[in-house]
């Protein structure tokens, strides 16, 4: 039940984060911190809302059904050293970047595969955080269950992860999710690691060919040459 907990907590921060950010986007005292003057979105609040909506939940039945479908096969309760609660949970995080950098890049742009399926998402030319949420579904499905992909493939290298090493990193991938989207530049201290991941993605979103494919660093756009920095 622990890890249940952390994961809805995790859900519930990131919600409350989401509303912050958005309420305050579309405030006028956002004006001097937005990234780029919000576009309109060619699909109208009706179709936001129930894209929004139908995210919303299918993100809370894949967190909670995978979870409960692959608890045995994934995860180990007990006591956790911080060493292997910090490296599990890095290791997680990283081979998500690694795998996700290549669904993003390949499938959802350079391919046709779901080069349409991910042309959803970028309808939205100015996000705010509760664009997060502005997705096809099948991205949704397929971006949620790697999450639990490349945690499977580091309990096949160092056995069942702890609890708490996939609460932490589940947490920060929640959080990373929702503040990228985000359209503003907050105060340099202490979120200047966030404004450089939000701006990277505020390009990202100009058109299907501007790059900046990684998600929760920018490692992989600077090795394979695909990181742009430029407005």
Known sequence: MLLYAMLAGSIVAAGVVMTILTVFYKSPASENRQLREERSRPSGASDFRKRWVLNALLSLGLVGGLTYGLYPYLFAEGPASLT?????????????????????????HEWKVLRSVHAVHH????????????????????????????????????????????????????????????????????????????????????????????SVTPTFDLLFGTEVRSS
């Not at 609660?85 to 499938?107: K, W």
């Not at 058109?207 to 494919?213: H, I, L, Q, T």
Request: include cysteine; proline fraction near 6%.
């Open 123 to 214: 309808v939205v030319k100015t996000p705010s955080a509760a664009d997060s949420l502005y997705l096809h579904p099948i991205e949704t499905t397929l971006g949620l269950s790697l999450v639990w992909v490349c945690t499977g493939l580091v309990v096949v290298v160092a056995g069942p992860m702890s609890i708490y090493s996939f609460g932490w990193a589940f947490f920060v991938y929640s959080m990373l999710n929702v503040v990228i989207h985000s359209g503003l530049r907050l105060p340099a201290f202490p979120f200047a690691p966030i404004n450089y991941l939000t701006e990277r993605h505020q390009k990202h979103h100009v058109g299907m060919n501007a790059k900046n494919y990684s």
């Open 84 to 108: 292997r609660i910090a490296l599990e949970g890095l290791a997680m995080l990283a081979l998500y970047d690694f795998f996700y950098y290549l669904v993003h890049r390949y499938p959802f």
